[in-house]
């Protein structure tokens, strides 16, 4: 049961070691780095080295051949009709873990990208040449010689608007990157690794729990 439950978080490690800074940053030494995390054993990493970008379906599988060798054929530690669930469960999670990076992750086409930055450069170069014309306060009506308020006012929010929404484009475009104020998956990915230990060590303890207490414990009456 260790070795399937160190096999889920293996997966969940392969499936986000792109939006994960030390995973994204070991590169091709990916193996070995999970190696020195204790998800993957010597002998492991020898077999698994070689699959390139089909680690993570390899790793499915060792769940899907561990599941057929405890299951009711062979009678492990998995009893009733768990084997077909699992199965099941693990052919729908291939196609999630496929979809993931395939439909919400990638970016616009660099030559959308291009076109609109160059075109909000050009609006605002244009606010910056014209708008001293357009919000031009005569001399003989301001009171600082030479300094146009409205000019400066108007030509800074109206740029804030387009450089600010043009700046978060760019950050958002790459939402996990090591970055300041971006999406931190970290607390998301040690929380799912606590549900799958929680549920996959509740059934050990189920002879204690229901074993039946010598006597009855005493309470004692809130009216004395």
């Known amino acids: ?36 995390l204790g998800l993957l054993m010597p002998e492991e990493t020898v077999v698994l080295n070689p699959q390139g970008s089909r680690i993570r379906d390899a790793v499915l599988s060792w769940i899907a051949i561990e599941v057929k060798e405890n299951g009711p054929s062979n009678a492990g530690l998995l009893y009733g ?19 993931f990076h395939g439909n919400a992750f990638y970016p616009q086409p660099n030559t959308w990208a291009a076109f609109m930055t160059c075109l909000v450069d050009l609006y605002c170069m244009l ?28 030509v800074f929010l109206m740029t804030l608007c387009l450089w600010g929404a043009d700046s978060l484009t760019y950050v958002f475009s790459s939402p996990f990157a090591d970055r300041i104020d971006t999406f931190n998956i970290d607390a998301l990915a040690a929380g799912t690794e ?13 002879a204690k729990r229901n074993q039946k207490p010598k006597e009855l414990p005493r309470f004692i009456s809130l009216s004395t």
């Not at 199965?87 to 196609?95: I, K, P």
């Not at 040449?129 to 000019?151: E, N």
């Not at 606590?194 to 189920?206: C, E, H, V």
């Open 127 to 154: 606010m910056i040449v014209t708008y001293p014309f357009k919000m031009f306060v005569p001399l003989r009506i301001t009171r600082f010689h030479g300094f146009q308020p409205f000019t400066v006012l108007s």
């Open 81 to 99: 009709n768990s084997e077909h669930e699992v199965m099941a469960t693990l052919a729908a999670l291939r196609g999630e873990m496929f979809s």
């Open 1 to 36: 049961m260790f070795k399937i439950y160190r096999y889920m978080i293996l997966a969940m490690a392969l499936q986000y070691k792109v939006i994960l800074p030390p995973l994204r940053e070991a590169g091709l030494d990916l193996c070995e780095k999970l190696e020195r």
């Open 194 to 206: 606590q549900t799958l230990f929680a549920s996959m060590r509740a059934s050990f303890d189920s």
